[in-house]
């Protein structure tokens, strides 16, 4: 499929180097998050901790959500009355360009408190068991976005309905492809996609976000 197309310079192990290193980073991003800081601040913050890793191109900006916020979807405007408070529900999502690959991961998290929420579990849980679900079953991007949806209206939340997925790979892959993985209608290959789900709690006004490679 041409949408799965890399440039010359993908290299699969390269890429899978960038995508480890993201991860640290991002585990480095939420044990630093102080008390007391709004999503605005937060930005320079994050992109300090990039800096020191040597790490300064980015393919999608950073997003950070604080409290109510994080129902928001990816390109709503933060609310930067909000501060973290001991215990406040944030996610972060990152996409960085290291070794000229791209990266992309996100998750959420209580600030400054290794408390298990539930909300939080969720997250993980769907998304682990949407991907056995699309390995197993061979779903296309659009069967394994319902198969998310379900998943996720069985645990008493909704699937957010603008983090859809997308294709990575070495920078910039849009000019491959800028298809969303929830449209996709065949099987999407391994190592190519990232899937992201975003599940709202009605209940609580809040969401949880976690975002990977398919792989």
């Known amino acids: 499929m041409d949408c799965e197309k890399n440039g010359e310079k993908f290299n699969l192990e390269t890429f899978l180097k960038a995508r480890t290193l993201c991860i640290q980073i991002v585990n480095e991003i939420v044990k630093s998050i102080p008390i007391g800081i709004n999503e605005q601040e937060t930005q320079n913050l ?28 990816f390109r709503e405007l933060s609310d930067n009355t909000l501060f973290t408070q001991k215990g406040t529900l944030c996610f972060v999502d990152v996409g960085p360009v290291i070794f000229e690959h791209e990266a992309d991961y996100g998750c959420s998290f209580l600030v400054q408190d290794d408390t298990e929420m539930d909300l939080v579990k969720a997250s993980y849980k769907i998304f682990e068991a949407s991907k ?45 492809s800028s298809q969303k993985l929830n449209e996709y ?14 599940l709202i709690d009605k209940n609580n006004n809040q969401g949880a976000f976690f975002e990977d490679l398919l792989m």
């Not at 020191?52 to 994080?70: A, C, E, L, Q, S």
């Not at 699309?134 to 996720?152: H, N, R, T």
């Not at 209608?185 to 975003?198: A, D, Q, R, T």
């Open 46 to 73: 994050i992109k300090a901790i990039f800096e020191k890793h040597n790490i300064t191109k980015f393919w999608h900006p950073t997003k950070f959500r604080i409290g109510v916020d994080t129902i928001k979807s």
């Open 132 to 176: 056995v679900a699309w390995f197993e079953k061979s779903l296309s991007g659009i069967d394994l976005y319902q198969y998310a949806s379900c998943l996720a209206k069985t645990l008493g939340y909704e699937l957010g309905p603008m983090m859809n997925g997308h294709r990575l790979g070495d920078f910039p892959h849009r000019i491959h």
């Open 185 to 198: 209608s065949v099987y999407p290959n391994k190592n190519l996609w990232i899937l992201e789900i975003h």
